[in-house]
């Protein structure tokens, strides 16, 4: 049976790898081809939990890259994938410098800095991409992110969630619950979500909110958490036990580092109205007004939540609204159809065979 392997630069508790585990489980329910990831450097495992961990050490940063590329060839070289799918442009360059010859899709999972514009970057990235047979992106953001290196077609598929790990949030009575819920790092901005209820208890609208995760920030949060009774209950391995807890998520992260947040998928699916600052994604995922809200500024945040709060009924049918898109736009199904296709148009292309390739001398780690 044919292999399509899955590349990540590492594992981690991270939504990256988790998604990516997610796709390989569901394509292969899917679809009789085999589908399996691997992780490039060591590290503990974490949501991927990759059949195959090459474990390459850490060390300095050109000398663990050029090793890693290296190792990256024998194992590919061992395995003869049919197509390697590098989630990431870590990945990507990995697969270049390791000179691998087979079948490449290139899924683009965020939007680039600043940095990524400048000339030599832009054009190593330029380069980088060309390599690429397809090219897919996470979001209509990320394609238009990655079109400003390439003038070849970009297919659009977002991230996936099974509806039926989702259930709708329970109602109840009282003030709204609202919920920052991820990573507590800087781009995340979790002190926005402070300063949103912050802002709301000085209108005289104060509400029941909670901050659950965990990450470098939790310490320096501590202490205005609980100045404004905000509950910081830490991290959760039950994220839709906990949506389904509130009445509202709030999403506050800068654009740096998103690509299509998979906890706005999640919100929708437990009928959560969201309110997003405008990361990429977002809108892929929010209808504006409809299943959920785009908010820019901690002023427009609290005026939505306000809104919100005042028009219960209205909550409820945004909730409901929120679930129908999510579960039409994000099921397995239909994610898994349009990778299908995608990687059938990549196989049945002519192969070019590596030049006096050896055979790898070296087993692949299996995780």
Wanted: proline fraction near 6%.
């Amino acid at each position: 049976m044919s292999l399509i392997l899955h590349l990540l630069a590492a594992d981690g508790s991270r939504g990256a790898q988790a998604q990516a585990r997610l796709l390989v489980d569901e394509l292969n329910a899917a679809v009789d081809v085999r589908h399996e990831a691997m992780t490039v450097y060591g590290g503990p495992p974490g949501n991927l939990q990759a059949e195959h961990r090459l474990a390459v050490p850490a060390g300095a940063r050109l000398t663990q890259d050029l090793r890693a590329a290296r190792v990256l060839r024998r194992a590919l070289l061992e395995l003869k994938p049919a197509v390697v799918v590098a989630h990431g442009s870590e990945p990507l360059r990995l697969l270049t410098w390791s000179r691998w010859r087979g079948r490449v899709v290139y899924h683009r999972i965020g939007v680039g800095g600043p940095a990524l514009r400048r000339s030599w970057r832009r054009a190593l990235h330029r380069s980088l991409i060309g390599r690429a047979d397809r090219i897919v992106a996470v979001s209509s953001d990320a394609a238009d992110d990655v079109r400003v290196f390439t003038t070849r077609s970009v297919t659009v598929i977002p991230n996936l969630r099974r509806p039926e790990d989702f259930s709708p949030r329970r109602q109840h009575s009282g003030r709204l619950r609202v919920l920052f819920l991820g990573a507590l790092t800087p781009s995340k901005r979790p002190d926005r979500f402070l300063d949103i209820v912050e802002a709301l208890a000085a209108a005289g609208h104060p509400v029941s909110a909670s901050i659950v995760g965990d990450g470098p920030e939790r310490s320096r949060l501590a202490s205005r958490a609980f100045t404004l009774s905000v509950e910081l209950p830490g991290p959760t391995a039950d994220p839709a036990r906990v949506l389904g807890d509130h009445d509202v998520l709030l999403f506050t992260s800068d654009r740096h580092g998103e690509g299509m947040p998979g906890v706005l998928i999640e919100a929708g699916l437990c009928e959560l109205a969201a309110v997003s600052t405008p990361v990429p994604g977002a809108r892929d995922v929010i209808e504006h007004a409809a299943t959920g809200f785009i908010a820019s500024t901690v002023a427009e945040f609290a005026q939505t939540v306000v809104t919100l709060d005042e028009n219960r009924s209205a909550l409820a049918q945004i909730g409901r609204r929120a679930r129908l898109r999510c579960e039409a736009a994000f099921s397995p199904a239909a994610v898994t159809a349009a990778w299908a296709s995608v990687l059938e148009a990549v196989v049945v292309l002519p192969v070019t065979s590596p030049a006096r390739d050896v055979a790898a001398s070296r087993r692949v780690g299996r995780g």
